[in-house]
Protein backbone atom coordinates (compact mmCIF):
# COMPACT_ATOMS: atom_id res chain seq x y z
CA UNK A 1 0.00 0.00 0.00
CA UNK A 2 1.29 3.39 -0.85
CA UNK A 3 1.06 6.27 1.35
CA UNK A 4 1.49 10.17 -0.01
CA UNK A 5 2.28 13.45 1.34
CA UNK A 6 -0.16 15.92 -0.92
CA UNK A 7 -0.10 19.67 -0.56
CA UNK A 8 -3.78 20.42 -0.62
CA UNK A 9 -6.71 22.54 1.36
CA UNK A 10 -8.80 20.15 2.69
CA UNK A 11 -12.07 21.20 1.52
CA UNK A 12 -10.36 20.96 -2.23
CA UNK A 13 -9.34 17.80 -1.88
CA UNK A 14 -10.78 15.15 -4.11
CA UNK A 15 -10.98 11.64 -2.59
CA UNK A 16 -13.31 8.88 -1.76
CA UNK A 17 -13.19 8.94 1.92
CA UNK A 18 -11.78 11.84 4.26
CA UNK A 19 -10.82 10.89 7.78
CA UNK A 20 -11.07 13.52 10.27
CA UNK A 21 -10.84 13.25 13.77
CA UNK A 22 -12.57 15.49 16.51
CA UNK A 23 -12.46 15.27 20.33
CA UNK A 24 -14.83 14.78 23.07
CA UNK A 25 -17.96 17.53 22.75
CA UNK A 26 -15.42 19.33 20.34
CA UNK A 27 -15.27 19.48 16.72
CA UNK A 28 -11.53 20.40 16.89
CA UNK A 29 -9.73 20.37 13.59
CA UNK A 30 -13.01 19.42 11.92
CA UNK A 31 -14.86 22.91 11.76
CA UNK A 32 -14.14 23.98 8.62
CA UNK A 33 -15.22 20.73 7.20
CA UNK A 34 -18.41 20.54 9.45
CA UNK A 35 -19.32 23.95 8.52
CA UNK A 36 -19.20 23.49 4.56
CA UNK A 37 -20.96 19.95 5.04
CA UNK A 38 -24.03 21.09 7.30
CA UNK A 39 -22.68 20.74 10.78
CA UNK A 40 -23.70 17.60 11.01
CA UNK A 41 -21.08 16.78 13.05
CA UNK A 42 -22.15 19.74 15.47
CA UNK A 43 -25.51 18.41 15.33
CA UNK A 44 -25.19 15.24 15.79
CA UNK A 45 -22.94 15.87 19.37
CA UNK A 46 -25.87 18.04 20.17
CA UNK A 47 -28.17 15.28 19.84
CA UNK A 48 -25.73 13.38 21.66
CA UNK A 49 -25.61 10.69 19.08
CA UNK A 50 -21.92 11.24 18.24
CA UNK A 51 -19.85 13.07 20.84
CA UNK A 52 -16.80 12.43 19.71
CA UNK A 53 -15.52 9.44 22.64
CA UNK A 54 -12.55 7.66 21.92
CA UNK A 55 -13.56 4.53 19.52
CA UNK A 56 -17.15 6.41 18.39
CA UNK A 57 -16.96 7.12 14.53
CA UNK A 58 -19.69 8.89 12.26
CA UNK A 59 -20.17 8.67 8.53
CA UNK A 60 -21.15 11.16 6.40
CA UNK A 61 -22.27 11.23 2.74
CA UNK A 62 -21.25 15.02 1.63
CA UNK A 63 -23.75 14.80 -1.04
CA UNK A 64 -21.30 17.45 -3.08
CA UNK A 65 -21.29 19.97 -0.58
CA UNK A 66 -17.07 19.12 -0.86
CA UNK A 67 -14.48 17.44 -3.26
CA UNK A 68 -14.71 14.03 -1.09
CA UNK A 69 -17.58 11.86 -1.61
CA UNK A 70 -17.71 10.74 2.03
CA UNK A 71 -16.13 11.38 5.32
CA UNK A 72 -15.12 9.28 8.11
CA UNK A 73 -14.72 10.92 11.38
CA UNK A 74 -13.30 9.62 14.06
CA UNK A 75 -13.76 10.30 17.89
CA UNK A 76 -10.43 11.05 19.53
CA UNK A 77 -11.52 11.54 22.97
CA UNK A 78 -10.95 14.64 25.79
CA UNK A 79 -8.93 16.88 23.79
CA UNK A 80 -6.27 17.14 26.48
CA UNK A 81 -5.99 13.53 26.22
CA UNK A 82 -5.06 12.91 22.95
CA UNK A 83 -1.32 11.68 22.09
CA UNK A 84 0.31 10.36 19.38
CA UNK A 85 -0.43 6.56 20.18
CA UNK A 86 -4.41 7.51 20.33
CA UNK A 87 -3.76 9.06 16.79
CA UNK A 88 -1.75 6.36 15.58
CA UNK A 89 -4.96 3.82 16.99
CA UNK A 90 -7.34 5.61 16.05
CA UNK A 91 -6.61 6.02 12.21
CA UNK A 92 -5.71 2.30 12.81
CA UNK A 93 -9.11 1.70 12.94
CA UNK A 94 -10.06 4.35 10.25
CA UNK A 95 -8.51 2.58 7.55
CA UNK A 96 -9.98 -0.72 8.93
CA UNK A 97 -13.25 0.56 8.59
CA UNK A 98 -12.30 2.31 5.21
CA UNK A 99 -11.01 -0.85 3.66
CA UNK A 100 -13.62 -3.71 5.32
CA UNK A 101 -16.85 -1.83 5.87
CA UNK A 102 -16.75 1.10 3.25
CA UNK A 103 -14.84 -0.76 0.24
CA UNK A 104 -12.47 2.28 -0.18
CA UNK A 105 -9.69 1.66 -2.39
CA UNK A 106 -7.95 4.75 -1.19
CA UNK A 107 -8.87 7.29 1.66
CA UNK A 108 -6.96 11.15 2.81
CA UNK A 109 -6.04 12.13 5.87
CA UNK A 110 -5.75 15.26 8.13
CA UNK A 111 -6.16 13.02 11.65
CA UNK A 112 -2.18 14.28 12.39
CA UNK A 113 -3.05 18.29 12.08
CA UNK A 114 -4.74 17.24 15.92
CA UNK A 115 -3.23 18.45 18.46
CA UNK A 116 -1.51 16.26 21.60
CA UNK A 117 -1.16 16.36 24.79
CA UNK A 118 3.02 16.17 24.80
CA UNK A 119 2.78 18.95 22.11
CA UNK A 120 4.08 16.62 19.22
CA UNK A 121 5.55 18.40 15.81
CA UNK A 122 3.63 17.89 12.49
CA UNK A 123 6.54 15.43 11.46
CA UNK A 124 5.87 12.43 14.89
CA UNK A 125 1.99 13.07 13.79
CA UNK A 126 2.88 12.14 10.53
CA UNK A 127 4.97 9.37 11.41
CA UNK A 128 2.63 7.57 13.83
CA UNK A 129 -0.41 8.13 11.81
CA UNK A 130 1.87 6.41 8.63
CA UNK A 131 2.19 3.44 11.21
CA UNK A 132 -0.70 3.26 12.32
CA UNK A 133 -2.16 3.37 8.43
CA UNK A 134 -0.01 0.31 7.66
CA UNK A 135 -0.31 -1.36 10.77
CA UNK A 136 -4.14 -0.91 10.75
CA UNK A 137 -4.16 -2.85 7.48
CA UNK A 138 -1.95 -6.17 8.05
CA UNK A 139 -3.56 -9.31 7.39
CA UNK A 140 -1.59 -12.66 6.56
CA UNK A 141 -3.45 -14.04 3.59
CA UNK A 142 -0.49 -16.60 2.63
CA UNK A 143 -1.89 -19.81 3.31
CA UNK A 144 -6.19 -18.57 2.53
CA UNK A 145 -6.84 -20.07 -0.76
CA UNK A 146 -10.66 -19.79 -0.30
CA UNK A 147 -12.67 -16.08 -0.50
CA UNK A 148 -10.11 -14.23 -1.50
CA UNK A 149 -12.17 -12.62 -4.08
CA UNK A 150 -13.75 -11.32 -0.63
CA UNK A 151 -10.45 -9.91 1.09
CA UNK A 152 -10.58 -6.13 0.01
CA UNK A 153 -7.46 -3.99 -0.17
CA UNK A 154 -6.36 -0.65 0.58
CA UNK A 155 -4.06 0.88 -2.36
CA UNK A 156 -3.59 4.12 -1.51
CA UNK A 157 -3.65 6.84 1.42
CA UNK A 158 -2.80 10.36 1.12
CA UNK A 159 -1.77 12.61 4.22
CA UNK A 160 -2.73 16.25 3.48
CA UNK A 161 -0.27 18.91 4.36
CA UNK A 162 -0.24 22.73 4.21
CA UNK A 163 3.16 23.04 2.81
CA UNK A 164 4.87 20.00 1.74
CA UNK A 165 8.40 19.99 3.50
CA UNK A 166 10.90 17.85 3.33
CA UNK A 167 10.64 16.77 7.17
CA UNK A 168 7.57 15.62 6.73
CA UNK A 169 8.25 13.66 3.99
CA UNK A 170 11.10 12.07 6.31
CA UNK A 171 8.56 11.02 8.38
CA UNK A 172 6.48 9.22 5.85
CA UNK A 173 9.66 7.17 5.12
CA UNK A 174 10.15 6.55 9.01
CA UNK A 175 6.88 5.30 9.56
CA UNK A 176 6.80 3.39 6.75
CA UNK A 177 9.65 1.66 7.80
CA UNK A 178 9.32 1.16 11.20
CA UNK A 179 5.76 -0.46 10.01
CA UNK A 180 7.31 -2.67 7.43
CA UNK A 181 9.72 -3.58 9.85
CA UNK A 182 7.25 -4.66 12.70
CA UNK A 183 5.06 -6.33 9.82
CA UNK A 184 7.99 -8.56 9.04
CA UNK A 185 8.16 -9.97 12.81
CA UNK A 186 4.26 -10.84 12.60
CA UNK A 187 4.65 -12.70 9.09
CA UNK A 188 7.98 -14.25 10.54
CA UNK A 189 5.23 -15.29 13.75
CA UNK A 190 2.85 -16.36 11.83
CA UNK A 191 4.31 -18.83 9.87
CA UNK A 192 3.80 -22.49 10.56
CA UNK A 193 6.35 -24.11 12.63
CA UNK A 194 7.04 -26.96 9.96
CA UNK A 195 7.45 -23.80 7.17
CA UNK A 196 9.79 -21.42 9.20
CA UNK A 197 12.20 -24.17 9.90
CA UNK A 198 15.82 -22.97 11.34
CA UNK A 199 17.50 -23.22 8.03
CA UNK A 200 14.53 -21.23 6.63
CA UNK A 201 14.53 -18.43 8.74
CA UNK A 202 18.96 -18.20 8.52
CA UNK A 203 17.83 -17.98 4.75
CA UNK A 204 15.39 -14.95 5.24
CA UNK A 205 18.10 -13.68 7.64
CA UNK A 206 20.51 -14.16 4.84
CA UNK A 207 18.16 -12.56 1.64
CA UNK A 208 17.63 -9.50 4.49
CA UNK A 209 20.76 -8.88 5.82
CA UNK A 210 22.10 -8.42 1.58
CA UNK A 211 19.41 -6.28 1.11
CA UNK A 212 20.19 -3.66 3.53
CA UNK A 213 23.33 -3.95 4.04
CA UNK A 214 24.16 -6.11 6.86
CA UNK A 215 26.75 -8.09 7.69
CA UNK A 216 25.91 -12.30 8.52
CA UNK A 217 27.64 -15.00 9.48
CA UNK A 218 25.33 -18.24 9.55
CA UNK A 219 26.53 -21.43 11.03
CA UNK A 220 25.27 -24.85 10.40
CA UNK A 221 25.42 -27.49 12.65
CA UNK A 222 28.68 -29.09 11.90
CA UNK A 223 29.80 -25.81 12.79
CA UNK A 224 27.78 -25.45 15.73
CA UNK A 225 29.59 -28.27 17.01
CA UNK A 226 33.26 -27.23 16.27
CA UNK A 227 32.30 -24.21 18.45
CA UNK A 228 31.28 -25.67 21.12
CA UNK A 229 27.65 -24.20 21.47
CA UNK A 230 26.34 -27.24 23.40
CA UNK A 231 22.85 -25.70 24.77
CA UNK A 232 21.75 -25.10 21.65
CA UNK A 233 23.15 -28.42 21.04
CA UNK A 234 21.51 -30.31 23.16
CA UNK A 235 17.89 -28.50 22.58
CA UNK A 236 18.27 -29.15 18.96
CA UNK A 237 18.87 -33.13 19.74
CA UNK A 238 15.33 -34.49 19.68
CA UNK A 239 14.74 -32.54 16.08
CA UNK A 240 15.44 -33.34 12.39
CA UNK A 241 15.68 -30.00 11.69
CA UNK A 242 19.05 -28.71 12.48
CA UNK A 243 20.06 -26.03 14.10
CA UNK A 244 21.54 -22.85 13.23
CA UNK A 245 23.32 -20.16 14.68
CA UNK A 246 23.73 -16.31 13.54
CA UNK A 247 25.61 -13.61 13.88
CA UNK A 248 24.60 -9.85 11.90
CA UNK A 249 25.94 -6.72 12.61
CA UNK A 250 24.84 -3.39 11.38
CA UNK A 251 28.02 -0.65 11.47
CA UNK A 252 26.62 2.47 11.83
CA UNK A 253 28.75 5.68 12.81
CA UNK A 254 29.29 5.23 16.06
CA UNK A 255 31.82 4.28 18.63
CA UNK A 256 30.19 2.40 21.15
CA UNK A 257 28.48 -1.05 19.89
CA UNK A 258 25.86 -3.02 21.02
CA UNK A 259 24.32 -6.97 21.17
CA UNK A 260 21.04 -7.83 20.53
CA UNK A 261 20.37 -11.69 21.21
CA UNK A 262 16.83 -13.49 20.22
CA UNK A 263 15.50 -16.55 21.11
CA UNK A 264 14.95 -18.56 18.32
CA UNK A 265 12.69 -21.39 19.00
CA UNK A 266 10.93 -22.18 15.59
CA UNK A 267 8.81 -24.41 17.72
CA UNK A 268 8.44 -25.68 21.17
CA UNK A 269 6.46 -28.81 22.06
CA UNK A 270 8.17 -28.74 25.25
CA UNK A 271 10.73 -31.79 23.96
CA UNK A 272 10.14 -34.56 26.66
CA UNK A 273 8.25 -32.68 29.04
CA UNK A 274 6.02 -32.51 26.69
CA UNK A 275 3.48 -29.01 26.35
CA UNK A 276 -0.01 -29.64 26.60
CA UNK A 277 -1.94 -29.37 23.17
CA UNK A 278 -3.25 -25.77 24.05
CA UNK A 279 0.36 -25.04 25.36
CA UNK A 280 1.67 -25.52 21.99
CA UNK A 281 -0.68 -24.21 20.21
CA UNK A 282 1.06 -20.56 19.86
CA UNK A 283 4.38 -22.52 19.93
CA UNK A 284 5.55 -21.73 16.00
CA UNK A 285 5.76 -17.93 17.80
CA UNK A 286 8.46 -18.97 19.86
CA UNK A 287 11.11 -17.54 17.44
CA UNK A 288 9.68 -13.77 18.20
CA UNK A 289 12.84 -12.25 19.83
CA UNK A 290 14.95 -14.08 17.15
CA UNK A 291 12.19 -12.19 14.62
CA UNK A 292 12.43 -8.67 16.61
CA UNK A 293 16.31 -8.86 16.93
CA UNK A 294 16.48 -9.32 12.84
CA UNK A 295 13.78 -6.98 12.32
CA UNK A 296 14.86 -4.51 14.58
CA UNK A 297 18.82 -4.29 13.28
CA UNK A 298 16.98 -3.90 9.70
CA UNK A 299 15.12 -0.96 11.10
CA UNK A 300 18.42 0.41 12.37
CA UNK A 301 19.98 -0.18 8.87
CA UNK A 302 17.25 1.61 6.74
CA UNK A 303 16.50 4.34 8.70
CA UNK A 304 20.56 4.79 8.89
CA UNK A 305 20.91 5.47 12.77
CA UNK A 306 24.09 6.00 13.73
CA UNK A 307 24.73 3.17 15.78
CA UNK A 308 26.62 0.01 15.80
CA UNK A 309 24.50 -3.03 16.30
CA UNK A 310 25.28 -6.39 16.76
CA UNK A 311 22.60 -9.60 16.35
CA UNK A 312 23.20 -13.02 17.74
CA UNK A 313 20.24 -15.32 17.00
CA UNK A 314 20.51 -19.39 18.20
CA UNK A 315 17.82 -21.13 15.90
CA UNK A 316 16.58 -24.76 16.80
CA UNK A 317 13.23 -26.69 17.58
CA UNK A 318 12.43 -28.28 20.89
CA UNK A 319 11.33 -31.99 19.79
CA UNK A 320 11.22 -34.74 22.11
CA UNK A 321 13.10 -36.84 19.26
CA UNK A 322 14.60 -40.17 20.13
CA UNK A 323 17.74 -38.63 20.75
CA UNK A 324 16.24 -35.60 22.72
CA UNK A 325 17.42 -34.31 25.73
CA UNK A 326 16.43 -35.43 29.01
CA UNK A 327 15.43 -33.93 32.22
CA UNK A 328 18.32 -34.49 34.44
CA UNK A 329 20.97 -34.41 32.12
CA UNK A 330 23.81 -31.65 32.25
CA UNK A 331 24.88 -29.84 29.76
CA UNK A 332 28.23 -27.77 29.68
CA UNK A 333 28.04 -24.46 27.46
CA UNK A 334 30.09 -22.32 25.60
CA UNK A 335 31.48 -20.27 28.55
CA UNK A 336 32.19 -23.49 30.50
CA UNK A 337 29.52 -23.46 33.04
CA UNK A 338 27.43 -26.42 33.19
CA UNK A 339 23.54 -26.40 33.35
CA UNK A 340 21.64 -29.37 35.33
CA UNK A 341 18.53 -29.95 32.92
CA UNK A 342 15.09 -30.20 34.75
CA UNK A 343 12.45 -29.33 32.65
CA UNK A 344 13.65 -29.76 28.92
CA UNK A 345 10.51 -27.20 28.17
CA UNK A 346 12.74 -24.45 30.17
CA UNK A 347 14.71 -24.76 26.73
CA UNK A 348 15.11 -21.05 25.92
CA UNK A 349 17.60 -20.10 28.27
CA UNK A 350 19.62 -23.00 27.58
CA UNK A 351 20.16 -21.91 24.11
CA UNK A 352 20.30 -18.55 25.23
CA UNK A 353 23.13 -19.03 27.28
CA UNK A 354 25.55 -19.80 24.52
CA UNK A 355 23.86 -16.66 22.68
CA UNK A 356 24.77 -14.18 25.78
CA UNK A 357 28.21 -15.59 26.18
CA UNK A 358 28.89 -15.91 22.30
CA UNK A 359 28.10 -11.94 22.35
CA UNK A 360 29.81 -10.99 25.19
CA UNK A 361 33.57 -12.89 24.71
CA UNK A 362 33.19 -12.63 21.00
CA UNK A 363 31.70 -9.28 19.68
CA UNK A 364 32.94 -7.47 22.79
CA UNK A 365 29.46 -5.14 23.15
CA UNK A 366 29.27 -2.07 25.66
CA UNK A 367 25.78 -3.57 25.97
CA UNK A 368 23.58 -6.53 25.88
CA UNK A 369 20.04 -6.99 25.40
CA UNK A 370 18.14 -9.89 25.13
CA UNK A 371 14.97 -10.62 23.86
CA UNK A 372 12.77 -13.68 24.13
CA UNK A 373 9.27 -15.26 24.60
CA UNK A 374 10.46 -17.28 27.63
CA UNK A 375 8.47 -17.73 30.17
CA UNK A 376 4.13 -18.93 30.36
CA UNK A 377 4.93 -16.85 33.96
CA UNK A 378 5.50 -13.17 32.41
CA UNK A 379 2.04 -13.83 30.63
CA UNK A 380 0.45 -14.36 33.53
CA UNK A 381 1.91 -11.33 34.95
CA UNK A 382 1.60 -8.92 32.85
CA UNK A 383 -0.82 -10.47 29.90
CA UNK A 384 -0.53 -8.92 26.23
CA UNK A 385 -0.42 -5.14 27.73
CA UNK A 386 3.51 -5.07 28.37
CA UNK A 387 6.85 -7.09 28.26
CA UNK A 388 9.03 -8.04 31.78
CA UNK A 389 12.16 -6.06 32.15
CA UNK A 390 14.84 -7.29 34.06
CA UNK A 391 18.74 -6.03 34.38
CA UNK A 392 20.87 -3.58 35.07
CA UNK A 393 19.63 0.09 35.77
CA UNK A 394 21.60 1.96 33.44
CA UNK A 395 19.98 0.15 30.31
CA UNK A 396 16.86 -0.55 32.39
CA UNK A 397 16.20 2.89 32.70
CA UNK A 398 16.92 4.12 29.21
CA UNK A 399 14.55 1.30 27.79
CA UNK A 400 11.72 2.70 30.36
CA UNK A 401 12.51 6.29 28.75
CA UNK A 402 11.97 5.03 24.54
CA UNK A 403 9.11 2.77 26.35
CA UNK A 404 7.15 6.18 26.52
CA UNK A 405 8.08 7.19 23.25
CA UNK A 406 6.94 4.39 21.79
CA UNK A 407 3.96 3.48 23.53
CA UNK A 408 5.64 -0.11 24.10
CA UNK A 409 5.02 -1.06 27.63
CA UNK A 410 7.43 -2.82 29.68
CA UNK A 411 7.73 -3.77 33.06
CA UNK A 412 10.61 -4.10 35.44
CA UNK A 413 11.01 -7.15 37.96
CA UNK A 414 13.61 -7.42 40.65
CA UNK A 415 16.79 -9.33 40.35
CA UNK A 416 17.78 -10.10 43.91
CA UNK A 417 20.37 -12.10 45.46
CA UNK A 418 17.63 -14.67 46.68
CA UNK A 419 16.16 -15.59 43.20
CA UNK A 420 19.77 -15.68 41.98
CA UNK A 421 19.95 -18.50 44.52
CA UNK A 422 17.23 -20.40 43.77
CA UNK A 423 18.67 -21.16 40.18
CA UNK A 424 21.99 -23.03 42.16
CA UNK A 425 21.98 -26.59 40.69
CA UNK A 426 23.19 -29.21 43.41
CA UNK A 427 24.90 -31.15 40.90
CA UNK A 428 26.06 -28.56 38.41
CA UNK A 429 26.98 -24.75 37.95
CA UNK A 430 22.81 -23.27 37.47
CA UNK A 431 19.75 -25.27 37.04
CA UNK A 432 17.52 -24.56 33.99
CA UNK A 433 14.47 -23.97 36.64
CA UNK A 434 13.73 -22.39 39.84
CA UNK A 435 13.90 -23.91 42.96
CA UNK A 436 10.62 -23.34 43.76
CA UNK A 437 7.72 -24.57 41.23
CA UNK A 438 5.53 -22.11 40.28
CA UNK A 439 7.11 -18.75 41.69
CA UNK A 440 9.02 -15.74 40.18
CA UNK A 441 8.94 -18.04 36.89
CA UNK A 442 9.77 -14.67 34.88
CA UNK A 443 12.58 -13.65 37.29
CA UNK A 444 14.08 -16.80 37.92
CA UNK A 445 14.08 -17.34 34.14
CA UNK A 446 16.40 -13.73 33.96
CA UNK A 447 18.58 -15.02 36.66
CA UNK A 448 19.27 -18.41 35.14
CA UNK A 449 20.51 -16.02 32.21
CA UNK A 450 22.68 -13.34 34.35
CA UNK A 451 25.01 -16.48 34.69
CA UNK A 452 26.22 -16.28 31.27
CA UNK A 453 26.56 -12.26 31.25
CA UNK A 454 30.25 -11.66 33.12
CA UNK A 455 30.77 -8.24 32.98
CA UNK A 456 28.86 -6.35 30.33
CA UNK A 457 25.70 -4.11 31.15
CA UNK A 458 22.62 -6.16 30.29
CA UNK A 459 18.48 -6.27 29.60
CA UNK A 460 16.67 -8.74 29.23
CA UNK A 461 13.36 -8.42 27.74
CA UNK A 462 10.26 -11.32 28.41
CA UNK A 463 8.21 -10.59 25.48
CA UNK A 464 6.12 -14.44 25.85
CA UNK A 465 2.96 -12.29 26.35
CA UNK A 466 3.47 -9.61 23.93
CA UNK A 467 5.05 -11.35 21.00
CA UNK A 468 1.49 -13.16 20.08
CA UNK A 469 -2.01 -11.92 20.63
CA UNK A 470 -5.60 -13.26 20.85
CA UNK A 471 -6.91 -10.54 20.63
CA UNK A 472 -7.84 -7.91 17.57
CA UNK A 473 -6.75 -4.45 18.83
CA UNK A 474 -6.70 -1.29 17.13
CA UNK A 475 -3.14 -1.93 15.52
CA UNK A 476 -3.24 -5.71 15.43
CA UNK A 477 -4.60 -8.99 14.18
CA UNK A 478 -4.76 -12.11 16.13
CA UNK A 479 -1.21 -13.36 15.73
CA UNK A 480 2.21 -11.82 15.84
CA UNK A 481 2.91 -8.41 16.84
CA UNK A 482 5.80 -7.17 15.95
CA UNK A 483 6.22 -5.82 19.41
CA UNK A 484 9.49 -4.26 20.48
CA UNK A 485 10.81 -3.07 17.25
CA UNK A 486 9.04 1.00 17.80
CA UNK A 487 10.43 0.23 21.58
CA UNK A 488 13.82 -1.04 20.08
CA UNK A 489 13.98 1.98 17.62
CA UNK A 490 13.19 4.68 19.73
CA UNK A 491 15.67 3.12 22.53
CA UNK A 492 18.43 2.80 19.27
CA UNK A 493 17.79 6.74 18.11
CA UNK A 494 18.05 7.86 21.73
CA UNK A 495 21.30 5.07 22.69
CA UNK A 496 25.12 6.69 22.73
N1 LIG B 1 8.23 -20.78 25.15
C1 LIG B 1 7.86 -21.02 26.48
C2 LIG B 1 7.31 -19.78 27.19
C3 LIG B 1 6.00 -19.24 26.68
C4 LIG B 1 4.81 -19.66 27.24
C5 LIG B 1 5.96 -18.29 25.69
C6 LIG B 1 3.62 -19.14 26.79
C7 LIG B 1 4.77 -17.77 25.24
C8 LIG B 1 3.59 -18.20 25.80
C9 LIG B 1 9.07 -21.51 27.29
O1 LIG B 1 10.01 -22.21 26.59
C10 LIG B 1 8.54 -22.40 28.37
O2 LIG B 1 7.95 -23.38 28.03
N2 LIG B 1 8.76 -22.03 29.61
C11 LIG B 1 8.29 -22.79 30.71
C12 LIG B 1 9.34 -22.77 31.79
C13 LIG B 1 9.05 -23.69 32.93
C14 LIG B 1 9.19 -25.13 32.50
C15 LIG B 1 10.01 -23.38 34.05
C16 LIG B 1 6.99 -22.14 31.21
O3 LIG B 1 6.93 -20.92 31.26
O4 LIG B 1 6.07 -22.87 31.54
ZN1 LIG C 1 9.56 -24.29 26.47
ZN1 LIG D 1 10.14 -21.78 24.53
Known amino acids: MKINLKESKIESIETELLIIGTYENDVGTAKKIDEKTGN ?4 SMKKKEFNGEYGQIKIINTAGKIKAKNIL ?8 NVTVMILKKAIGIGSRIARDILGAKEFTTTLHSNETKEKNSLAEKIQAVTEGILLGNYQFLKYKTQGLDKIKKLNEAIIVVDKKEKEYEKAVEKGKIIAESTIFVRDLVNEPGSELTPEVFAKIAEKEAKKYGIKITVLNKKEIEKKKLYGLLAVSRGSINDPRFLILEYKGNSKKSLALVGKGVTF ?3 GLDLKSAKGMETMKGDMGGAATTLGAIIAAARLKLPVHIYGVIGLTENMPGRNAYKPGDVVKTYNGKTIEVLNTDAEGRVTLADSLTYAEKNLKPDVIIDLATLTGACVVALGSVAAAVVGDEKIVDKLKEASKTSGEKIWELPLWQEYLDQ ?9 NIGLYAGEAGTITAAAFL ?5 KTPWAHIDIAGTAFT ?3 KELTKKGGT ?7 TSFLEKWK
Open 40 to 43: EITK
Open 470 to 472: NEE
Open 450 to 454: KNFID
Open 268 to 270: DSG
Open 482 to 488: GWGINLL
Open 73 to 80: VLGLGKKE
Open 423 to 431: VKSDIADVR
